[in-house]
Nanobody, 121 residues
Framework: QVLLQQSGPGLVKPSQTVSLTCTVS??????????WTWIRQPPGKGLEWISY???????YYSPSLKARTSISRDTSQNQFTLQLTSVTPEDTAVYYC?????????????WGQGTQVTVSS
């Protein structure tokens, strides 16, 4: 059974950095069949892709967020982490990690539980 467990703060002040971690069990994040991704959903809006990290550690970013985003991994802990810097209230959203099929670049059914991140002073 594949499980993705998210951790990270729910409330962040403007200009700060938010760091979210996704710990994966049941499959190695170095498996060649999958990428690993972060996606967010602002209130009242659709899903927005943020970043991928590949099985070999390659990284990919949404052009609109690339300047403020970093994705990394710790293979010893089988986890990957998103950092978003200089946050503003517009970054308020539910953030999800998910597994992505390399063949389609579409998330499959394996998602984290979601983390509500609210940016507010």
């Amino acid at each position: 059974q594949v499980l993705l467990q998210q951790s990270g703060p729910g409330l962040v002040k403007p200009s700060q950095t938010v760091s979210l971690t996704c710990t994966v069990s049941g499959v190695s994040i170095t498996s060649g069949n999958y990428f690993w991704t972060w996606i967010r959903q602002p209130p009242g809006k659709g899903l927005e892709w943020i970043s991928y990290i590949g099985y070999s550690g390659d990284t990919y970013y949404s052009p609109s967020l690339k300047a403020r985003t970093s994705i990394s991994r710790d293979t010893s802990q089988n986890q990957f982490t998103l950092q978003l810097t200089s946050v503003t209230p517009e970054d308020t959203a539910v953030y999800y990690c998910a597994r992505v099929l390399v063949s389609t670049l579409i998330p499959d059914d394996n998602w984290g539980q979601g983390t509500q991140v609210t940016v507010s002073s």
